[in-house]
């Protein structure tokens, strides 16, 4: 008897364990520019604007957005063609069993943060489908959380609506537009979905008040990029979508790079960006030396390569006991729902406080940030170790190439020995200072990061 009611509450619970990754079906509503009131806030998913809106070329597409929201402006060669083809994609891509189970996230999250709702609006996701190829611009699909931002909201038949999904396409030199066979056949368009919809539900979890906050915050102009210092608002919001993007991108397509080659100094948004943020390459700067504790809150990249590791790699207990590999994405989200962080050091705070998996998400933060939220001895040893280590593969590829290697030699034993005496000490070091700094409140593992 016992045996079977252990069993009975093992299924229920890994039932109600799978409950938030059922595949659900989402309502499209495909809504015109003269049916959204003056909905335009911004540009890039960011309720009321982001960054990318701060940039020359984005601002001017801002204007270009805007204009054609009000007026249903065509600017492509042949606007008529294009948005029936978008509409069409936009479907085709949404019926994917990829793409059901992630809008039964975001029917999941509207039922979290809005207990009364129907089950027709917890599924209905608004789509403004953009009639326009932006070949000398270059940018992509967005979405409009207007949701908390009074100036801006969106209204159909009527009924004000949350979030409005902007599906506008582009093309810029040898990037494909987003609906292109190419950017289909390589999930181009499920990436950037799953981007956009996770700032839709994030616009859900947050109260109005507190995406005024998060957007109060916003003091950065250098705009977003996963490669970008900016600001912890910044962060917050597309370091949540990133890292959602590089967990469901792996699931998609593995290790997949996209072929394409552009400066990421302009452009990097669009390049692949989902590699460098699995393999943490955002916790360092452009010449690979580990990044500040107070950079790291700013930098959306590393912020995203936390949030990866948490939905994909790290335990999570549930309540029967059981622990899995990943944290649900009910979890991360129900954490935003009753913490409410507005910028990237509240969220990671409420990970690491986390009662059901805050302890090794603290462990793994502390390796990913190299403790330099923590300790400014611990990053000061970490960049000698990386110096080291540069100066070493510096002397290893002269030598290879010298015509006279032996005169070399004494200098290679030289970087070498050096090389190999920092990372023993950074080694024995590191370990004792995470020790430390997990026996303490663990909010202090961000002591460092303002
Ligand atoms: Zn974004």
Known sequence: MKTLLAATLLLTNLAAANAATLSEEAKLVFVSASRVNNSYGGFGGIPGGSGL??????????????????????????????????????????????????????????????????????????????????????????????????????????????????MSDAAWGKIDGFVSPHSMKYHVPEDVLAHELTHGMTADLLTDANIKRSNDQKTSKVGHDVNRVSDGSIAFWEGLAEGVEA????????????????????????????????????????????????????????????????????????????????????????????????????????????????????????????????????RALSVSTIKARQAFYEISDKLHDAASPDQLAVEYAKRLAEKNALEKQWAEKSEQWAKEALAGARGNILRLAY
Not at 94 to 113: H, Q
Request: proline share 6%.
């Open 53 to 166: 809106g701060t940039t020359p070329s984005c601002r001017l597409l801002g204007n270009i957005l805007s204009l054609s929201l009000d007026k249903s402006v065509a600017l492509a060669d042949d606007p008529s063609r294009h948005q029936k083809d978008m509409k069409s994609r936009v479907e085709e891509v949404f019926r994917s069993a990829f793409m059901r189970e992630i809008t039964g996230r975001v029917a999941n999250v509207r039922r979290l943060a809005y207990p009364n709702i129907s089950d027709e609006d917890a599924r209905t996701i608004y789509v403004l489908t953009h009639d326009c190829t932006l070949d000398a611009v270059g940018t992509g699909p967005a979405v409009m959380p207007i949701k908390g931002n009074g100036a801006f909201k969106a209204t159909y038949h009527g009924k004000t609506v949350p979030w409005v999904l902007v």
């Open 247 to 378: 967990t469901v991108g792996e699931t998609l397509k593995g290790a997949f790079a996209y072929p394409f080659s552009m400066d990421p100094g302009v452009y990097g948004f669009l390049l692949e960006r989902q590699s460098p943020v699995r393999n943490n390459k955002m916790a360092f700067d452009e010449k690979g030396l580990p990044r500040t504790g107070g950079d790291l809150v700013k930098a959306e990249g590393f912020v995203a390569t936390f949030i990866f590791k948490l939905l994909s790699r790290l335990p999570y207990t549930l309540s029967n006991g059981i622990t899995i590999r990943g944290w649900p994405f009910m979890e991360v989200a129900r954490l935003i729902h009753d913490q409410q962080p507005t910028n990237a050091r509240e969220l990671i705070v409420a990970v690491l406080n986390a009662p059901n998996g805050g302890e090794k998400a603290s462990e793994e933060f502390l390796r990913l940030s190299g403790l330099a939220t923590y300790s400014r001895e611990a």
